[in-house]
């Protein structure tokens, strides 16, 4: 399995815009094809942001769409993550995620990273 | 979008008895589902992918059923860490992919 490192910073102002990275490792990024984001709320629970094909592609949950940018650095074997106009309702528990080698569920997570909307 | 509701929210179970958790998709989702555990200050594990495969290193207690809009987790005989927070999840249709709201499964 890859091992996955998110980082990024625990606190964003209201209006302002989240940049997470993933880090990769274990594993070319070109190994697996889909990275995605994931984050999880008390309130909503486990929701699905988006995903970065390593060529670039992406898809994003309709609910985010208008907000979320995701990029791919071969380069640096990371994936990242930009939600613009934060609010109070982004507070949460940020996870990147892969597939496995012969299915396409989420086989490895990273730790995760929570990130407070405040003032 | 399609919905994923699972039951029940809690189930409160001794160590060494079975237990049965369901996931019921909004619409069928033949068995595009998979079955992950989280226990708390960790990221979900995945356990069971296309409703009944056991991901790599899954013991052979946890067991999934189902194809349609109707799944099943079962744990055959309940270890201390299998006391944990359960999640469905689909993959047939999106975007989104979607998970279920969970399943606490507690020590009674």
């Known amino acids: 399995q890859v091992q996955l490192q998110e980082s990024g910073p625990g606190l964003v102002k209201p209006s302002g815009t989240l940049s997470l990275t993933c880090d990769v490792s274990g594993g070319s990024i070109t190994m697996r094809n889909w990275w995605s984001w994931v984050r999880q709320t008390p309130g909503k629970g486990l929701e699905w942001i988006g995903e970065i094909y390593h060529g670039g592609r992406s898809n994003y949950n309709p609910s985010l769409k208008s907000r979320v940018t995701m990029s791919v650095d071969k380069s640096k074997n990371q994936f990242s993550l930009r939600l613009t106009s934060m609010t109070t309702a982004d507070t949460a528990l940020y996870f990147c995620a892969t597939e496995g080698l012969d299915h396409a569920y989420f086989d490895s997570w990273g730790q995760g990273i929570l990130v407070t909307v405040s003032s | 979008e399609i919905m994923l509701t699972q039951s029940p929210a809690t189930l409160s179970l001794s160590p060494g008895e079975r237990a049965t958790l369901s996931c019921r998709a909004s619409q069928s989702i033949s068995t595009y589902l998979a079955w992950y555990q989280q226990k708390p200050g960790q990221a979900p594990r995945l356990l069971i992918y296309d409703a009944s495969s056991r991901a790599t290193g899954i013991p052979a207690r946890f067991s999934g059923s189902g194809s349609g809009t109707d799944f099943t987790l079962t744990i055959s005989s309940l270890e201390p860490e299998d006391f944990a927070v359960y999640f469905c999840?689909?993959?047939?249709?999106?975007?989104?992919?979607?998970f279920g709201q969970g399943t606490k499964v507690e020590i009674k």
């Open positions: 999840q689909q993959r047939i249709n999106w975007p989104p992919w979607t």
